[in-house]
């Protein structure tokens, strides 16, 4: 059974609230002061609390409402509140509604409505619950791997991502080869980086290597170095990316991007720990951590001839396989929020076209994204139009987030019986985003 907390000092009016939700098989506790009522919320189980907006006689302010109502979220984000609230302070419930309140009803209430606006909310407030506890429990999970582990910063908030962290962190002591899989941009490097960190190497040199950005020709002078005069160009010895990275981990970037002939040579170094620079006869040996990671479809790649076999099976001891930003959409936001570092906020409306989008690009596309938008934003709110999507995608989403008429509004909240909560769910609007709409429209629920 749901339990709703009256906070009235009017104790007609507790009366009335406790019958008139008994009626629906809810039980109520009563207060007539804030302080009863948050002496009551810490010492029971509440669903959800219905407040007055004054406890003083004569006192018509909302000033004693809006402090009870602040404390009530301090202890409690997640608690639905409905503010009880007469018309001579009506726009301090509206401004308390954008401050997290879940609706408002105006004195003298109407049965019907007020039942209606509750009987959701606790619906809602069940399902917030279920949600709330998955994310508590990820926060566990994720100070739990934070205390034993560095995880450099990494953000992600899907259950993907965590499972390849968490995958990242159990194989980064031993020392085999781990293969990072996932499309461009999708954040391979942060996820070797996350191995290396927590290795045996740890305090060894991290050295990157992206195989795709290299000529084939210059691939195995860059990784095994080479002698003076040993391709043109060559002035003078230089040392190779392995001897480089001794002591630590060397990470080969789009690894199917490597010749064949590298690939010999790749080979010879992890079973052996030896290699020649180009146009050397001297064998020099190294102990490296290797890391590989590829966008390409290396089985495929060894059906056609392109790549080794027996290298392949050297290189994927252990797969790492990081999925599409699309395939973590519950990492977009956090991403988006990492990103703008603080200097810029996001609408609704932008964070509703993140959402959409698929992210062809990944985690780079929406850092450049964000990046654009907050160069280009106005008074430091970022909108759809700064994101510069696909027109699709963003005309899409403000099509359908940003321009409810005065009509549809007023249909949508005539169908909810006046509850701004769920006409706004009808709309796809966010509670606050539908009280701008109403207010630019000189709209009430009334």
Known sequence: MSTVLIIDDNHAVCEALELLLSLQAIRALSAETPEAGLRLLDASDVDLVIQDMNFTEDTTSGEEGEALFRQIRERHPDLPVILLTAWTHLES????????????????????????????????????RAVMQVHRERRRRRSALESRYDLRGVVYASDASERVVELACQVARSEIPVLITGPNGAGKERIADIVHSNSSVSDGPFITVNCGA????????????????????????????????????????????????????????????????????????????????????????????????????????????????????????????????????????????????????????????????????????IQPEDLNLPRQAAAESHRNLDEPDRASIESALDAANGTVSRAARSLGLSRQALYRRMERFGLSTD
């Open 93 to 128: 419930a509206v401004e308390l509604v954008k401050a997290g309140a879940a609706d408002y009803v105006a004195k003298p209430w109407d049965d019907q409505k007020l039942v209606t606006t509750v009987v959701n909310l606790l619906e809602l407030s069940e399902s917030t």
């Open 214 to 381: 290299l000529p084939a020709e210059l691939i195995e002078a860059e990784l095994f170095g080479a002698e003076a005069g040993a391709y043109t160009g060559a002035n003078k010895a230089r040392p190779g990316r392995f001897e480089v990275a001794d002591g630590g981990t060397l990470f080969l970037d789009e690894i199917g991007n490597l010749p064949l002939s590298g690939q010999v040579k790749l080979l010879r170094v992890l079973e052996t720990g030896r290699f020649e620079r180009l146009g050397a006869s001297r064998t020099l040996k190294t102990k490296v951590r290797v890391l590989s990671a590829t966008n390409s479809d290396l089985p495929a790649m060894i059906a056609e001839g392109s790549f080794r076999e027996d290298l392949y099976y050297r290189l994927n001891v252990i797969e790492l396989r990081l999925p599409p930003l699309t395939q973590r959409h519950e990492d977009i936001l956090p991403l988006a929020e990492h990103f703008l570092g603080g200097e810029a906020q996001l609408s609704d409306e932008a964070r509703r076209a993140l959402e959409q989008h698929r992210w062809p690009g990944n985690v780079r596309e929406l850092r450049n994204a964000i990046e654009r938008a907050r160069l280009l934003c106005r008074d430091g709110v």
